[in-house]
């Protein structure tokens, strides 16, 4: 799996030949490429309408490129009157097949002015995935990796309109991944962060998870 930083809660996900974004705010202050360097995708997911998640720009991306806009169900169908000709449009605990991927919505407890806040659970035929957008931890995370056993979760660290390192450690307990990339932090004043803080106290309360911190633009190639 190759993963790539976008900046803030933005991603491009490489796996069995396909090409994942996830949350693409490529407008951000963050972001080290626009729309008009994106000319492949296959599945787009945006978590919730908050502008830094790139509801906007993942609408784009997928008139581009003819890949799937994959959301929950108000959003999606946003996209689709949009002009997205490929949306699929989930509700929490849906899943679906796009060429192999499993993507499912997950909940997430934040706000949206459309639908509802989301996470995604993604597993490809190689390994899997988990972003859990915006949210403070929750104990239902558990039972998520207990039924969706994930290689990678993205979490967000930044407090402020997520949880912080504090409950993201706890966060990575519950689900029991093999690696974390923290996100959402350091992109505004208020949702600043230190991620080798967080990284020491995953790795001491949580041994044999590894936390990988990424600067935009960053890719990892990771091996489960
Ligand atoms: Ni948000
Ligand atoms: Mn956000």
């Not at 999606?76 to 490929?86: F, I, L, S, Y």
Request: proline fraction near 6%; hydrophobic fraction near 40%.
């Amino acid at each position: 799996m190759k993963v790539t930083f976008l900046g803030h809660a933005s991603f491009k996900i490489e796996e069995d030949g396909q090409i994942v974004y996830v949350d693409p705010w490529l407008t951000g202050p963050t972001s080290p490429i626009t729309i008009d360097d994106v000319d492949k995708a296959d599945i787009v997911l945006v978590t919730h309408d908050h502008t830094d998640h790139g509801f906007v720009e993942g609408r784009e991306i997928c008139k581009k490129t003819g890949a799937y806009f994959v959301a929950l169900n108000e959003l999606a169908n946003k996209a689709g009157e949009q002009g997205v000709e490929n949306i699929h449009t989930l509700n929490i605990g849906g899943s679906v097949n796009i060429g192999g991927v499993m993507v499912t919505l997950v909940q997430a407890f934040h706000s949206a002015g459309t639908g509802a806040p989301t996470g995604f659970v993604v597993r490809f035929p190689s390994s899997s995935f988990y972003h859990a957008g915006d949210t403070g931890v929750f104990s239902s995370m558990e039972l998520l990796g207990e039924l969706y056993p994930m290689d990678l979760v993205f979490l967000p660290i930044g407090s402020y309109f997520t949880g912080g390192i504090h409950q993201m450690e706890y966060a990575v307990r519950l689900l029991k991944p093999k690696v974390v990339i923290p996100m959402h932090y350091n992109t505004f004043p208020v949702i600043e962060a230190n991620p080798e803080k967080f990284k020491g106290m995953v790795e001491t309360s949580s041994p044999g998870v590894r936390v990988e911190i990424l600067e935009p633009g960053d890719s990892i190639d990771l091996t489960f």
